[in-house]
C-alpha cells in the first residue's frame, strides 16, 4: 500500500519490525490520519508518521497499517 | 474519543461505588476513603498539585492500618496497585492537566494539541490571536516549540490534518496564525523568551545545530544547564537553513529566532566537526555529562544508473540547495532535470528556476497522487513554470564529448505485484526516450551519514541506518548519549525534529537527576483553559480560511523572495474564530442525544462529531429548531454548551459559538423571568393534554397558583378539562 497524506488508517496489528516499540501494543485497533508518508521515494519499508484519534503522532511501519477509506484529507490542509 | 482506560479514572469510579455502596461503614475508614477521592477528583479535574500524590499514597496507607474489613482491604489492594502500576500517568495528569485517553472529561486534550509532535497548546494560542493578543500567544507557543516563526512557514502542519473543523469545512489555518503571530510580536519587541532556572552548573554537549539539537538546547538552558552546540558548519539552522530555501524560509528569521537561543546561554562551536575536532571522550574530559545526537540526515541516495558515476553535471538537490543557500547563485544550466517527487526535488526545482534555469523538468516515477511532495508546494511549483513528468524511470545518464546530454527514460506503469497491495512502476517496454538535460539533480532521498559518528563506539544502529533509540526517551545504547531529529527517524519534518529535541531535553534531565525515564511518549501540556472568542453561528458557518496572499509569479521565478506573504490583521483574526475550542467540547454527543432522544426537538445538526463517519454540520439550524431548554447545556460533561440569562436574552452557545438567542419573557403580574416563547410554547405544547393553568396570560408558578387559587383546593394547580375526564 501507498500511503498518502490525510488517508485514514488503522492500526490493525502488531508490527514485527525493530522499530515497534511495546508501548505501541496499545495503538493497535485505533484509527488516525497518515501526516507524513514515506517523504522520499515511497519505499514500503520506510516508516510513515500516522497521528491516532487521542493519542499523538508516531512513526509506524507500514505492515502494522491499513487504510480505512479510499479518501484524502480536506481540501485546504 | 478512543475508549482506553484511564486509571485514574478508573480509581475514582472504584471508589465512588464502594463508598456509595455503604460497605465502607466504619465512620473513620468511610472518612478517608472520601478525602481519597476528594484528591483523586482534583487530579482528574486539573486542579492537583505536587502534594496531591504523596497524599493520597500517605492515606491509602492509612485506610490500611485502620484495621480494615475485608472490603476495606480490598478498596486498598486496588488503590495500591494501580497508584504502583500507573504512577507515570496519575504524574502526568497533574503536571499536563492533560489526560490522553480523553476519559477524565475536563483534562482531554484537543486533537490538534494531541497530533503536534511538539504538543503544542493550539486551541490556546489560536484563541490569542483571534483576540489580538499576539505577544501572549508567542509565549503559549514557545513554552513547546523555540522556534513559532520558523513552524509559521514550514511546518508540515499534522495538526491541520486533525484538526476538527475539517470536518465541517477546512481545516484552521493553524500554521499560518502561527506565523502571523511570531512576525507581530517579533516586530513590536514582544517576543521572550521564558524565565530560566537558575544555573546548575552542570554540561550538556549537543551535536548538531539544525530544529532538534536548538530544541534541546533551549530546554537545557532554560533548565540552568550549560549547553554547548557543536556545528560542522559555519551557521546553525541544519536543515532549515541549507535544505530549505529562503522563498521559503528567509535566513533572518532562522537568524532572528537562534538569536533568542543564544540570549539564553547556549554557546555555538562552529565550524567543528564532530568526531575529527571533538569527541566524545575528549568532551568527557571537559565534564560534559551528556550529549544529545542531532545530525540529521544529510547524505543522498545515488540514482545508480549508469553514466551517473563520471559526470560532474549530475549533482545531489542536498549539497546544490545547501550551495546556494551559502550564497553561490551560479546556474547549474539551462535545462535543469530533477529527478524525485518528495519536497526536496520541489524546493530544487524551484530553485533552479529562481537560478535562471530556462527549462526546469522533474521526473518522478509515479503518479502524482503517489507523490509525496506537500500538494500546496507541488502547485506553487507549477504555477511557476516547473514541468511535472509523471511514470518516468530514468535508466541511464548519457554524455557526449564529456558533456551531459541528458537523462534516458523509459515510460511507466502502475501495477500491482502479486501478494502486495501497493503499485510499483513497471517501465513500458519500447517507450525510451531520452530527457534533454544540461544538469541532473538527483532528489531521490537523504540518509545519516554514519561515518560522522564512527567514533561513537558502541552506538547501535537500525537497519535503516539510523541510530537506535527508545522513543519515548531518546537513549541510545550508549550511556549518557541520547538521539532524535532525522538522524534516528530518517528524513521527516521539522516539528517532528524540534518535537525529539524537547523529549530529548528532558530525557536527560531525568538522566543527570536521577528521576526514572518515563515508559511513554509525553502527553502534551494543557498552558491554559481561556474564554471562548463568541462568534454567531451565522459568522462560525459562513467565514471561510482565507487564501495565503503569494508574491507576484515574475518575481517568484526570478528572486528568492519570500512567496507566501503571511496573513493581514483581519485574516488571522477572522480565522482564529472558526476554532472550534476542541480542548473544552469533548464530541461525546450527549447534548445531541438528549435534545433529540429525551426532549423530541432534535437542533443540534452537529455531523463533525464522529471522526470516522463525519456528516453535515450546520450551526445554524439550532436557531430554528431549538426551544432553550437548556437540556443540552444541564448535561454537557465539560461546560461547553452553555445557556445563560443576560440583558433580556436567553443565550444558547457551543464554545462560544451563540446557537440560539431569544428574547425572555416576564411575568405578566410580577415581572419575574418566565423564560422565552419558545420555551413557553414547548412547554405549552407538551401539558396541554392534562393540565390548562393560566389560559393566555403568561404567568410565573406562584401567580398561576394564585389565579387558580380561587377554584378550590380539589381543582389547584391544574384544572383538568373536562374532555380529559371522560378519556379511559
Not at chain 2, 201 to 229: C, D, N, Q, T, W
Not at chain 2, 408 to 433: I, T
Amino acid at each position: 500500500m501507498t500511503f498518502r497524506r490525510g488517508q485514514k488508517v488503522e492500526v490493525y496489528q502488531r508490527s514485527r519490525d525493530e522499530s515497534w516499540e511495546p508501548y505501541m501494543n496499545e495503538f493497535v485497533g485505533l484509527h488516525g490520519i497518515i501526516t507524513d508518508p514515506d517523504s522520499v521515494i515511497n519505499d514500503p519499508d520506510a516508516l510513515v508518521e500516522v497521528s491516532l484519534e487521542g493519542r499523538g503522532t508516531h512513526r509506524f511501519p507500514q505492515d502494522c497499517l491499513r487504510p480505512l477509506a479510499d479518501v484524502s484529507g480536506p481540501a485546504g490542509a | 474519543m478512543p475508549n482506553v482506560p484511564c486509571p485514574v479514572n478508573e480509581s475514582i469510579t472504584h471508589l465512588r461505588e464502594s463508598i456509595d455502596s455503604g460497605r465502607l461503614a466504619h465512620p473513620r475508614r468511610r472518612q478517608i476513603a472520601e478525602e481519597i477521592l476528594d484528591l483523586l477528583s482534583d487530579i482528574a479535574l486539573g486542579r492537583a498539585g505536587g502534594d496531591h500524590l504523596p497524599a493520597v499514597e500517605r492515606l491509602v496507607q492509612e485506610l490500611d492500618s485502620e484495621n480494615p474489613d475485608e472490603m476495606t482491604r480490598r478498596v486498598v489492594h486496588f488503590l495500591r496497585d494501580t497508584l504502583r502500576e500507573n504512577h507515570e500517568v496519575f504524574l502526568s495528569h497533574i503536571e499536563t492537566h492533560n489526560c490522553s485517553s480523553g476519559a477524565c472529561l475536563r483534562l482531554a486534550p484537543a486533537p490538534c494539541q494531541m497530533t503536534c509532535p511538539a504538543g503544542l497548546d493550539i486551541p490556546t494560542y489560536v484563541t490569542l490571536i483571534g483576540m489580538g493578543r499576539d505577544a501572549e500567544a508567542v509565549d503559549v507557543i514557545r513554552r513547546d516549540c523555540p522556534f513559532p516563526w520558523v513552524c509559521g512557514l514550514v511546518c508540515t502542519r499534522p495538526c491541520e490534518y486533525m484538526c476538527v473543523r475539517g470536518r465541517i469545512d477546512t481545516p484552521i489555518s493553524i500554521k499560518s496564525l502561527k506565523g502571523f503571530a511570531a512576525e507581530r510580536a517579533m516586530s513590536e519587541g514582544t517576543y521572550r523568551n521564558p524565565p530560566k532556572e537558575p544555573d546548575n552548573g552542570r554540561k550538556v554537549g549537543i551535536i548538531g545545530a539544525g530544529p532538534g539539537g536548538m530544541s534541546a538546547a533551549y530546554y537545557l538552558a532554560l533548565k540552568g544547564y550549560e549547553v554547548h552546540v557543536f556545528e560542522k558548519e559555519a551557521v546553525a539552522g541544519g536543515m532549515l537553513l541549507l535544505g530549505i530555501p529562503r522563498y521559503r524560509l528567509p535566513r533572518e528569521i532562522i537568524d532572528r529566532e537562534v538569536a533568542m537561543l543564544k540570549s539564553l546561554g547556549v554557546r555555538f562551536h562552529f565550524k567543528t566537526m564532530f568526531g575529527e575536532d571533538v569527541d566524545l571522550n575528549t568532551l568527557r574530559t571537559l565534564a560534559f555529562e551528556a550529549f544529545f545526537v542531532a545530525i540529521g540526515a544529510h547524505k543522498s541516495f545515488q540514482l545508480r544508473i549508469p553514466g551517473e558515476e563520471n559526470c560532474p553535471q549530475v549533482i545531489e538537490a542536498i549539497d546544490f540547495l545547501r550551495r546556494v543557500a551559502l550564497g553561490d547563485r551560479t546556474i547549474p544550466g539551462e535545462t535543469a532535470v530533477i529527478v524525485g517527487g518528495g519536497n526536496v526535488a520541489i524546493d530544487a526545482a524551484r530553485t533552479c528556476l529562481r537560478l535562471g534555469c530556462r527549462r526546469v523538468t522533474l521526473a518522478y516515477r509515479r503518479t502524482r497522487n503517489e507523490m509525496p511532495a506537500d500538494h500546496e508546494e507541488v502547485e506553487q511549483a507549477e504555477e511557476e513554470g516547473v514541468r511535472l513528468l509523471y511514470l518516468t524511470i530514468p535508466v541511464e545518464v548519457e554524455q557526449a564529448d564529456g558533456r551531459l546530454q541528458g537523462v534516458r527514460c523509459l515510460r511507466a506503469e502502475l501495477v500491482q505485484v502479486k501478494d502486495q497491495n501497493r503499485l510499483y512502476p513497471r517501465p513500458v517496454e519500447g517507450s525510451e526516450f531520452l530527457l534533454e538535460a544540461d544538469v541532473v539533480i538527483s532528489a531521490i532521498g537523504q540518509r545519516v551519514d554514519m561515518g560522522s559518528l564512527e567514533s561513537m563506539k558502541g552506538l547501535a544502529w537500525t537497519r535503516r541506518d539510523t541510530i537506535q533509540t527508545q522513543a519515548a526517551t531518546t537513549e541510545t545504547a550508549l550511556e549518557g548519549v541520547f538521539a532524535a531529529g532525522d538522524a534516528v527517524t530518517g528524513p521527516a519534518t521539522v516539528i517532528e525534529a524540534i518535537g525529539g529535541g524537547k523529549r530529548a531535553a528532558e530525557a536527560i534531565h531525568r538522566y543527570l537527576s536521577g528521576i526514572p525515564q518515563p515508559k511513554m511518549p509525553p502527553v502534551p501540556v494543557r498552558r491554559g483553559r481561556i474564554d471562548y472568542l463568541e462568534v454567531p453561528a451565522s459568522t462560525k458557518m459562513t467565514l471561510k480560511r482565507p487564501e495565503m496572499p503569494l508574491l507576484n509569479i515574475d518575481r517568484r521565478r526570478t528572486t528568492f523572495q519570500q512567496v507566501e506573504l503571511g496573513y493581514t490583521e483581519n485574516m488571522a483574526r477572522e480565522e482564529a474564530r472558526r476554532c472550534l475550542r476542541c480542548d473544552v467540547c469533548l464530541r461525546c454527543g450527549r447534548c445531541v442525544e438528549v435534545c433529540r432522544d429525551k426532549m423530541g426537538v432534535d437542533a443540534l445538526q452537529m455531523g463533525y462529531f464522529d471522526f470516522d463517519h463525519p456528516v453535515r454540520t450546520d450551526f445554524r439550524v439550532t436557531e430554528e429548531r431549538c426551544v432553550a431548554c437548556g437540556a443540552c447545556a444541564a448535561n454537557c460533561p465539560t461546560g461547553a454548551m452553555k445557556m445563560e440569562d443576560r440583558d433580556g436574552e436567553r443565550v444558547l452557545s457551543l464554545c462560544g459559538t451563540v446557537l440560539n438567542r431569544q428574547k425572555l419573557l416576564a411575568c405578566e403580574d410580577c415581572g419575574a423571568v418566565l423564560g422565552p416563547a419558545c420555551y413557553l410554547d414547548y412547554v405549552r405544547r407538551r401539558t396541554q393534554k392534562v393540565a390548562q393553568v393560566t389560559l393566555s396570560r403568561r404567568l410565573c408558578d406562584a401567580c398561576a397558583r394564585k389565579t387558580t387559587a380561587r377554584y378550590g383546593s380539589e381543582a389547584a394547580p391544574a384544572q383538568k378539562r373536562p374532555s380529559e375526564e371522560k378519556k379511559p
